[in-house]
Nanobody, 118 residues
Framework: QVQLIESGGGLVQAGDSLMLSCAAS????????MGWFRQAPGKERMFVGT????????NYSDSVKGRFTMSRNIAKTTMYLQMNSLKPEDTAVYYC???????????WGQGTQVTVSS
């Protein structure tokens, strides 16, 4: 099993930047991908982006493409989400997830709150 801990959330103003981190521990050797999801109040959890740990290639949802960038450390145990040009609609709890090569996401973090004021 893998434990995931998010950090870096907070309250910012529209147009500001923020970086989230997700630290993985435990059986990290089996991880193939990590991803970010977010859930706004009263809405479903939505996909933000995913990164393949082997080469760092990432894909993003259309709503964040061009503003958000995912990366990971060399040890492939920490993932980052650099969020630029934040908008009030980016306000949500952001969750980190991790999964094996077979597909999907098996492990989830507790989430970190990001609030963007207008």
């Amino acid at each position: 099993q893998v434990q995931l801990i998010e950090s870096g959330g907070g309250l910012v103003q529209a147009g500001d930047s923020l970086m989230l981190s997700c630290a993985a521990s435990g059986h990290t050797w089996r991880l193939f991908r990590m991803g970010w999801f977010r859930q706004a109040p009263g809405k479903e959890r939505m996909f933000v982006g995913t990164i393949r740990l082997s080469d760092g290639s990432a894909n993003y949802s259309d709503s964040v493409k061009g503003r958000f960038t995912m990366s990971r450390n060399i040890a492939k145990t920490t993932m980052y989400l650099q969020m630029n040009s934040l908008k009030p609609e980016d306000t949500a709890v952001y969750y980190c997830a991790a999964g094996p090569e077979s597909g999907g996401y098996d492990d989830w973090g507790q989430g970190t709150q990001v609030t963007v004021s207008s």
